[in-house]
């Protein structure tokens, strides 16, 4: 199975009260980096079967956005082993539940998610370092439990990429 980590996209400041923070919606930033992400993965030619999210508006925004950029025509599934806290034994079960698809992309948070993409490439079964910035993505190549990171992209890098090939694409004007 290849799985797709992507870590929602900016949302703006946390906000204290736990119920108004799930409410959080992603800000102008959040929304550029989805369309960065999204346009990279639909020209990497991903294609999923399905997209998890957590039930958190910044994280079913990225989802959404980000699948329509792909092309994605599912249902988005919504499954709490995403959300901030959860834990690995949760994210194993989620897993479980989604071993027969061939691509799965899942959407959540850090550190979790981080935490969660570590584990799944440390052949130790420990803890792995990857600091997934938000709006970020990566793929890794699952076999049983474990995987291979194939590639990790961020906004800032998908955008900086961009925008040189828009540059480089201009026609060159000559002095005389």
């Given at each position: 199975m ?5 870590r ?8 204290a ?21 999204g ?10 079967d399905?997209?998890v999210s ?12 980000v699948g ?8 988005l599934q919504?499954?709490a082993?995403l959300?901030p ?7 194993r ?18 550190p979790?998610?981080s ?8 052949d ?16 890794v190549e ?25 540059e ?5 004007t000559?002095r005389?």
């Amino acid at each position: 199975m290849i799985l797709y980590f992507l870590r929602h996209a900016s949302a703006g400041e946390h906000v204290a009260n736990p119920k108004k923070d799930e409410k959080r919606a992603l800000d102008k930033e959040g929304i550029e980096q989805c369309g960065y992400i999204g346009r990279a993965l639909a020209a990497l030619n991903v294609q999923v079967d399905a997209v998890v999210s957590s039930p958190l508006k910044r994280a079913t925004q990225t989802a959404s956005l980000v699948g329509n950029e792909i092309g994605y025509e599912g249902k988005l599934q919504i499954d709490a082993a995403l959300r901030p806290g959860a834990g690995l034994a949760d994210f194993r079960k989620l897993l479980d539940k989604y071993s027969k698809q061939e691509a799965v992309m899942v959407v959540g948070h850090n550190p979790n998610l981080s935490q969660f993409l570590g584990s799944v490439i440390s052949d130790s079964g420990c803890e792995a370092a990857v600091d997934l910035k938000k709006g970020g993505v990566a793929r890794v190549e699952m076999r049983r439990t474990s995987g291979t990171l194939q590639w990790c992209l961020t906004p800032k890098a998908v955008r900086t990429l961009y925008e040189t090939a828009v540059e480089s694409s201009r026609p060159k004007t000559s002095r005389k």
